[in-house]
């Protein structure tokens, strides 16, 4: 017989991650909210900043968070001890009177916290260090006590530069062996852990521009317009698959050795022997494969399950 579904949420989800002691979801408005292992909400949501939330990452116990108001023009970074309760921060009306740099304020219950001076692309972590992108500044490597490391120049690509927004970066992705910033037209630039320095400057041959990338260990899925999405092995593209949609949510099953895709209104799992869809009446934004319940957009738990999976 099946588990009962978790407690439906009371935000509108952006995404779920995962972390040593359970789960943080992430609404799209700012709201944050720990779930035990389980899923089960603790403690009531809580908006530490009002503004919506870019980018963030999980390292250990630590979770570093990018927020931008486009209409304010302001952005904030921050990191959090998810051992602690998150604290609810300020009405949005204060930012409107608060605009010095001197006086800014910062998402309530942070460790430590910075004001930037330009949009956060991206954002990954890895080992003790995280790397972040910031538009027309460059790429920065710190530590997650907000040390940094090294910065290396805004990542370029010759050939694309006659292409309009082809060198904008999509993702920056901490894997084993490298820092890999991805750019829109197919650029991939990789940069060495310890230093910054640049390994590798290719282009992709692709048809069409990279939305996103996503990785676990040495797979990557990228997002592609019109609905694509594409295979990588790290070296070259090996399958395209076209969805119903955009994609909200992937996860890498070693198990099926493919990936399971948050969709348009479909969970779809995609490998290089195997295509199966799932259609749903909402947009999913997270999907456990191993439980087989998604989260969808309209703040509920659904059971999702292939035909061909076992209970």
């Known amino acids: ?74 952005a904030r970074m921050a990191a959090f001890d998810l051992t602690q309760d998150f604290v609810q921060g300020v ?74 927004r082809s060198q904008e970066t999509v993702n920056v992705i901490m894997n084993d062996k490298y820092v890999e910033v991805w750019s829109r037209g197919g650029g991939l630039n990789r940069y060495d852990h310890e230093n910054g320095s640049l390994v590798e400057n290719i282009i992709l041959d692709l048809d069409g521009f990279i939305l996103d990338v996503y990785h676990d260990s ?33 996860s890498w099953c070693e198990n099926t050795d493919g990936w399971y895709i948050s969709g348009w209104r479909e969970i779809v799992f995609l490998s290089q022997n195997n295509f199966k869809r799932m259609e749903l009446e909402e947009i999913p934004v997270y999907y456990d494969y191993s439980r087989k319940i998604a989260m969808c957009n309209d703040s509920n738990w659904y059971r999702v399950q292939f035909d061909d999976e076992e209970e």
């Open 1 to 74: 017989m099946a588990s009962e579904l978790p407690v439906n949420l009371e935000f509108t989800p952006k995404e779920i991650l995962p972390w040593n002691e359970g789960y943080i979801a992430i609404g799209v408005d700012g709201e944050l909210q720990k779930l035990d292992l389980d899923y089960a909400p603790l403690k009531k949501p809580t908006m530490p900043f009002p503004t919506p939330i870019r980018n963030a990452t999980i390292l250990g116990s630590k979770m570093v968070v990018t927020w931008i108001d486009s209409e304010l023009m302001l």
């Open 218 to 250: 040495n797979n990557y899925l990228l997002k592609l317009n019109d609905g694509f999405v594409a295979l990588f092995d790290g070296e070259k593209i090996i399958l395209k698959a076209k969805l119903s949609g955009p994609v909200s949510n992937v």
């Open 91 to 164: 009405e949005r009306s204060e930012l409107r009177v608060r605009r010095a740099i001197d006086k800014a304020i910062h998402p309530a219950g942070n460790i430590w916290s910075h004001v930037l001076d330009a949009e956060p692309l991206a954002m990954d972590s890895q080992d003790s260090s995280f790397t972040f992108v910031l538009w027309k500044k460059g790429i920065y490597n710190m530590t997650m006590d907000a040390l940094e490391k090294w910065r290396s120049e805004e990542p370029s690509w010759n050939k694309l530069a006659k292409y309009p």
